[in-house]
């Protein structure tokens, strides 16, 4: 059964990033020790953010692979809270049918071995 063992890896990297999700979510505050002002836009609600107006901002990790970007940055709880629970309800979809899938295949495979062991008492008669 190689398509259910890779089903399986497939749903043990899906719970490592729900883990990555968990743990990366993280309230910042800002250096002000710095001469530089540094800023960024909210990745939610595209609001410009500057290190001398606000004193915090959040980050979430970007849990996908494909994707060069290790943390997105928002300019408040509610917008970090927006993004972060999108990617977890994407995570959360992705395993649930990984799960099916392999529910799935297990009926297939359940059928095929109970019609190979009829052909092979058919061939005993
Ligand atoms: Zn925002």
Redesign the pocket.
């Given at each position: 059964m190689d398509l259910d063992y890779r089903l399986m890896q497939e749903l043990v990297k899906v719970n490592l990033e729900l883990q990555k999700l968990d743990e990366g979510y993280r309230k910042k505050y800002f250096r002000k020790n710095t001469n530089k002002p540094w800023s960024f836009k909210?990745y939610?609600?595209e609001?410009k953010v500057s290190s001398n107006e606000a004193d915090e901002f959040w980050t979430v990790p970007v849990t996908r692979y494909d994707s060069n970007v290790r943390v997105r940055r928002?300019?408040?709880k509610d917008?970090s809270d927006c993004y972060f629970n999108e990617q977890r309800n994407e995570l959360l979809g992705k395993r649930d049918q990984i799960i099916e899938d392999r529910r799935l295949l297990r009926s297939f495979y359940e059928e095929a071995e109970q019609k190979f062991k009829e052909v092979v008492a058919e061939r005993h008669k």
């Open positions: 909210c939610q609600c609001e928002f300019c408040s917008c």
